[in-house]
């Protein structure tokens, strides 16, 4: 609504994205957001830097990503606060540039709508230059000008959202399945970017899979992994559902393959989060890890996805003598680097043992401590908190929170 009424109060939108926002941001400018650029500058001078609050905040950020004072964690909520502190600066900047400007930003995406393009090509200018004081910069790829009107959302949304699903029995629910796939695998095909098919999956949960059709349902979501294994976490979903509240039973070759496949495909490509949800499902279906999976994780740099791996291993749906490298992770000193979380966890779980005898938790007090009150940020048995289903009409669809 909000955009429909926007695009309503002119003839031109304007679109505008922070190029690799995350990554790139400084964790100096959020003193300069908080307080001014001359300000900092003063404290700076005058050897009184830790007298302002923001230099906390500062220092924090870098803490959480190695000392580094270029990029901040994506997805935490820290994140999305120091990210506010930052553009909300640069959004005064703006407004006092531009006082009647009209638009929204949702966190590093602006849209604005003006008269004249050469209006919005002013707003450009002054974003960019607003934003390269605190050492960021628009991406060219995602900023541009378009008269209006135009459609509020893609048209691939459209599509999938009104798709009705017939009350057919089972062969006409089997072909609508088949036709509302085909939808979706075309549109994702034309919009590779755009994540068609981490939205067609969810618009499934008002559709309750008959049984006779459970198996080419199965397929037809191996084939999304397969094709964008990003959209991983919504098959989990529907699996988990159909196997844990329908009592389906599962096509373990099927999966399998699928698993093992987005494993060893997008792990060496540092895609961790594709490979956690995998891995995840295999512990959920009882799938054993091969020896290539067990090698994979071995040689992975991402703590969660070597500590998913180990704990597979552990509960017998692997093997825990394949992990021969993860092992240098335990040693005291990476409790205060990047692994610290597999440190941590790989020694209080037994998983993990220092190549050098010393005992990680014996060397440093401070997690002792936390160990010895039994801290823990790891849990295999917990449950990702899945999405309510609605299923109209349905004797055994849902409306439970699971």
């Given at each position: 609504m909000r955009r429909a009424e926007l695009r309503a109060s002119g003839r031109f939108l304007l679109h505008a994205d922070i190029n690799r926002f995350y990554p790139s941001t400084?964790?100096?400018?959020?003193?300069?957001?908080?307080?001014?650029?001359?300000?900092?500058?003063?404290?700076?001078?005058?050897?009184?830097?830790?007298?302002?609050?923001?230099?906390?905040?500062?220092?924090?950020?870098?803490?959480?990503?190695?000392?580094?004072?270029?990029?901040?964690?994506?997805g935490t909520d820290t994140s999305l606060l120091l990210a506010e502190c930052i553009l909300a600066a640069v959004d005064e900047e703006l407004m006092t540039a531009f006082p009647g400007l009209r638009g929204i930003r949702f966190i590093d995406d602006y849209e604005f709508v003006v008269n004249q393009r050469s209006e919005a090509e002013q707003v450009v200018s002054t974003l960019q230059s607003v934003l390269s004081r605190y050492e960021l910069a628009l991406n060219p790829w995602k900023t541009e000008i378009i008269e209006l009107p135009h459609p509020i959302e893609p048209l691939w949304t459209s599509r999938l959202r009104t798709f009705m699903f017939r009350e057919a029995g089972t062969r006409g629910q089997r072909t609508d399945l088949t036709a509302y796939f085909d939808n979706a695998f075309e549109l994702a095909r034309v919009a590779p970017t755009e994540g068609v098919l981490k939205y067609a999956i969810p618009r499934?949960?008002?559709?309750?899979?008959?049984?006779?059709?459970?198996?080419?349902?199965?397929?037809?979501?191996?084939?999304?992994?397969?094709?964008?294994?990003?959209?991983?976490?919504?098959?989990?979903?529907?699996?988990?559902?159909?196997?844990?509240?329908?009592?389906?039973?599962?096509?373990?070759?099927?999966?399998?393959?699928?698993?093992?496949?987005?494993?060893?495909?997008?792990?060496?490509?540092?895609?961790?989060?594709?490979?956690?949800?995998?891995?995840?499902?295999?512990?959920?279906?009882?799938?054993?890890?091969?020896?290539?999976?067990?090698?994979?994780?071995?040689?992975?740099?991402?703590?969660?996805?070597?500590?998913?791996?180990?704990?597979?291993?552990?509960?017998?749906?692997?093997?825990?003598?394949?992990?021969?490298?993860?092992?240098?992770f335990a040693e005291p000193s990476e409790l205060f680097g990047r692994h610290w979380l597999l440190c941590y966890e790989g020694n209080k779980q037994g998983w993990l043992t220092p190549p050098s005898g010393v005992s990680a938790f014996a060397a440093q007090p401070k997690f002792e401590f936390l160990r010895n009150q039994n801290v823990s940020f790891f849990n295999i048995n917990a449950q990702p908190r899945f999405t309510l289903r609605h299923i109209p009409g349905s004797g055994g669809g849902g409306g439970g929170d699971y």
């Open positions: 400084y964790t100096h400018s959020v003193p300069w957001a908080i307080h001014g650029k001359e300000v900092v500058k003063q404290a700076m001078a005058a050897n009184a830097l830790n007298t302002l609050w923001s230099d906390r905040l500062d220092f924090h950020a870098r803490n959480i990503n190695d000392q580094q004072t270029v990029g901040i964690p994506i499934l949960n008002a559709v309750d899979v008959m049984g006779d059709n459970w198996q080419i349902f199965q397929y037809l979501l191996s084939q999304c992994v397969r094709g964008e294994p990003a959209c991983l976490s919504q098959v989990c979903d529907q699996i988990f559902y159909y196997t844990t509240i329908e009592g389906r039973t599962i096509d373990i070759s099927l999966w399998t393959a699928c698993l093992e496949h987005t494993i060893l495909e997008r792990l060496p490509l540092g895609q961790a989060s594709e490979a956690l949800w995998a891995l995840w499902m295999m512990k959920h279906l009882g799938i054993p890890m091969s020896c290539a999976v067990e090698a994979a994780v071995d040689a992975c740099e991402d703590s969660p996805v070597a500590l998913m791996g180990l704990s597979l291993a552990h509960a017998g749906l692997g093997n825990p003598a394949s992990f021969t490298r993860l092992h240098t």
